[in-house]
């Protein structure tokens, strides 16, 4: 998963810089039509046509700005913006470490304990159930959403992936002919 992340990343940066060599070209070779288009979007916007002329006027004297607007305008964030690969690609891996352990770690802790498969099981719900909790408040935390809604969506979200994990195991048991 880290490495997907990493991945990601990169190709959102490689787009993001192509796109920037795209409208610097665009910018410099069809000036005209970038000034009407972002006349138009100003207009859409709300703005007078005296102002939006005088907006536009202004990032015309600036390439790199105009540049700049342009691929806020098309929801492109500039190469420059985005966070470092591998960082993100790292945070990624340590939090599947973690979250992802806690299943296992039930199993685990619970082994001294019990032989009974299903109170592991059981264990291991009320572990992962936990650890996505966690998860969804740290999300809302960072993020400065609502607290409740941040952790009903993510254990909402991580019982589906569960039951959908569950439900192909299941499948698969049955199509290769094992036994419980």
Not at 2 to 25: H, I, P, Q
Not at 30 to 37: G, L, V, W
Not at 58 to 83: R, T, W
Request: net charge negative; aromatic share 10%; charged share 20%.
């Amino acid at each position: 998963m880290g490495f997907g992340d990493y991945v990601s990343t990169n190709t959102e940066r490689d787009v993001a810089v192509k796109e920037r060599l795209v409208t610097e070209w665009e910018v410099t070779n069809r000036r005209r039509c970038q000034e009407q288009a972002l006349l138009d979007r100003y207009r859409d916007l709300g703005m007078n046509i005296d102002d939006a002329t005088t907006v536009v006027n202004i990032f015309a004297k600036y390439g790199d700005i105009m540049v700049d607007e342009k691929m806020v305008q098309n929801g492109i964030l500039s190469p420059d913006d985005g966070e470092k690969p591998w960082k993100k690609g790292l945070i990624t891996f340590g939090a599947f470490l973690v979250f992802g352990s806690a299943p296992i770690l039930a199993f685990i802790i619970l082994i001294p304990f019990t032989r009974n498969d299903t109170h592991k099981f059981i264990g291991a719900c009320i572990l992962s159930a936990l650890a996505l909790a966690a998860l969804g408040a740290a999300k809302a935390k960072i993020a400065g959403q609502n607290y409740a809604l941040s952790v009903s969506g993510t254990l909402f979200n991580g019982a589906l992936a569960g039951f959908a994990a569950y439900v192909i195991g299941w499948v698969l048991r049955d199509v290769a002919g094992l036994e419980d």
